[in-house]
């Protein structure tokens, strides 16, 4: 089955300052995700995969070249438009990125509270989606009582709980010992195909290498490899 496109890059190019100090980052990048598929993006430290991935996620304008994200154009996109997109989009960053004066489910909260429902149904989407990675007996405790990996399981119940139809992950296995990163990729990769999510996914983590569809390489903001890539 022909799945729909959820991302579409054609011809990006992006640069980071102007004038003589002008440095461009990423060259003629062409990439398309599909509904539901995890794909893997590597490549050496430096390289432009954050880059990508905050330009694809609507948290940087694009420069050059057409980005599309759920149908939407990203090059010229107001800034109204890009909040609508982030909507639809979860994020996870290596460090967590969780509230410190907040619980767990308080962190989460305030994630749902984007999708604009009643308080009741904020309270109990977050609360069910933490029972989901495993936390249900974490629900009040501040992320300094809590450990790495199951810091990134709020992180990852914040990305997920307003069911997003794609799903950036930069590096969430970095600061985790081998087993419990792989846990945790295992749970996005459960989590996402329940509810027909794509992944991209940074890592350099030859760990997790098997979990993706594909891999995606890429060098001096290139892509430069693709492999492992699926039939129709
Ligand atoms: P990666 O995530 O693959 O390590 P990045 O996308 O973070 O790579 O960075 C790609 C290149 O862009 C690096 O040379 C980095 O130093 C540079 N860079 C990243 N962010 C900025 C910025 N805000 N301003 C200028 N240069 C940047
Ligand atoms: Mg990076």
Redesign the pocket.
């Known amino acids: 089955m022909l799945k729909k496109s959820i991302v579409n890059i054609q011809n990006l190019n992006h640069f980071?300052?102007t004038g003589l100090l002008q440095?461009q980052?990423l060259f003629d990048v062409n990439l398309e995700l599909r509904t539901g598929e995890i794909v893997l993006l590597t490549?050496?430290?430096?390289?432009?995969?954050?880059?990508?991935?905050?330009l694809i996620g609507g948290l940087r304008s694009v420069q050059e070249g057409s980005l599309e994200v759920l149908n939407w154009e990203l090059n010229n996109a107001s800034n109204n438009q890009l909040v609508q997109i982030r909507r639809n989009i979860g994020y996870i960053f290596q460090n967590y990125n969780l509230l410190g004066f907040l619980t767990a489910q308080q962190n989460v909260q305030v994630s749902a509270e984007l999708s604009k429902v009643s308080r009741q149904e904020v309270r109990m989407r977050s609360e069910t989606i933490l029972r989901a990675v495993g936390l249900g007996h974490r629900l009040n405790y501040y992320p300094q009582q809590l450990s790495g990996g199951e810091k990134q399981r709020v992180a990852i119940a914040c990305a997920l709980v307003n069911r997003p139809r794609l799903v950036l992950a930069?590096e969430p296995t970095a600061s985790l010992d081998g087993q419990t990163g792989r846990d945790v990729v295992n749970l996005m990769k459960q989590l996402s195909q329940e509810n027909d999510c794509a992944i991209l996914l940074?890592t350099h983590d030859n760990r997790i290498s098997d979990i993706g569809d594909r891999t995606i390489r890429?060098e001096d903001?290139q892509i430069c490899e693709m492999s492992k890539s699926y039939s129709y």
Not at 43 to 54: I, R
């Open positions: 980071y300052g440095k980052i490549g050496p430290s430096g390289s432009g995969k954050s880059t990508l991935l905050s930069d940074v890429i903001g």
